[in-house]
């Protein structure tokens, strides 16, 4: 049990598929983030909520669309996205943007 | 921007110790951290170390840090076939930063 968990565990979906990936965290954290990690660049922040708040968004392409609904909850919605996004997605949470984070197991994202 | 830089692969004969090397720039950072990630999972926090300590160790983990120099290292005494994996160094601050990773290959 890590605490924080990631569904589903593998997606594969069409280029004109929308789907969303659903991470969940019961440590009590204020902080949650979505990574993209891929054999090009190891392992690339995408966004950063703070307190249910978008604090940090690396200039990520619009077809990514993050929801942080309660301070437990993130969602990334996907849509029309391109086969160089086929990576593991992982998601994280801290207790504060400069606490350690504690990772979820990811969401292994085929696109074809 | 900052950055944190760590060797790619490392082998070692099961029984030796591992040493993975890191080393960052973000002289702020408030934490250095260790991750381990086995295949099919996501990042493990393995141990971390407060900026304004230079040692800290975890049964058969031994963490270093040299502030000045800043780098960072990571001992694995009596290393097993079960800590191969990736091992990931990362320095926080407002914001953390993550090296590439180092591969760490145990021969049995």
């Known amino acids: 049990e890590t605490g924080v968990t990631q569904t589903p565990r593998h997606l594969v979906m069409g280029m004109t598929n929308k789907k969303s990936l659903k991470c969940e965290q019961h440590?009590?954290?204020?902080?949650m983030y979505w990574y993209k990690q891929s054999a090009k660049k190891p392992l690339e922040l995408m966004f950063v909520y703070s307190l249910e708040e978008r604090v940090e968004n690396n200039s990520v392409p619009s077809r990514f669309s993050p929801e942080c609904p309660n301070s437990s909850h993130l969602f990334l919605h996907l849509h029309t996205l391109q086969p160089e996004d086929s990576a593991l997605y992982l998601c994280a949470s801290s207790r504060g943007t400069d606490q350690p984070q504690h990772f979820g197991d990811g969401t292994r994202l085929s696109i074809l | 921007g900052e950055d944190v830089e760590q060797s790619l692969f490392l082998s070692v004969r099961e029984g030796d110790s591992s040493v993975i090397n890191c080393t960052y720039t973000?002289?702020?950072?408030?934490?250095l951290y260790w991750y381990k990630q086995e295949p099919g999972a996501g990042l493990q926090l393995l141990t971390y170390?407060?900026?304004?300590?230079d040692m800290k160790q975890d049964q058969r983990l031994t963490v270093l840090l040299n502030k000045k120099d800043k780098h960072l290292s990571l001992r694995i005494a009596d290393t097993q076939t079960g800590d191969s994996a990736i091992y990931f160094c990362?320095?926080?601050?407002?914001?953390?930063?993550f090296g590439a990773g180092t591969r760490l290959f145990v021969k049995a």
């Open positions: 440590l009590g954290h204020n902080a």
């Open positions: 170390i407060f900026s304004n300590m």
């Open positions: 973000d002289s702020s950072s408030t934490y």
């Open positions: 990362a320095a926080g601050g407002f914001k953390t930063i």
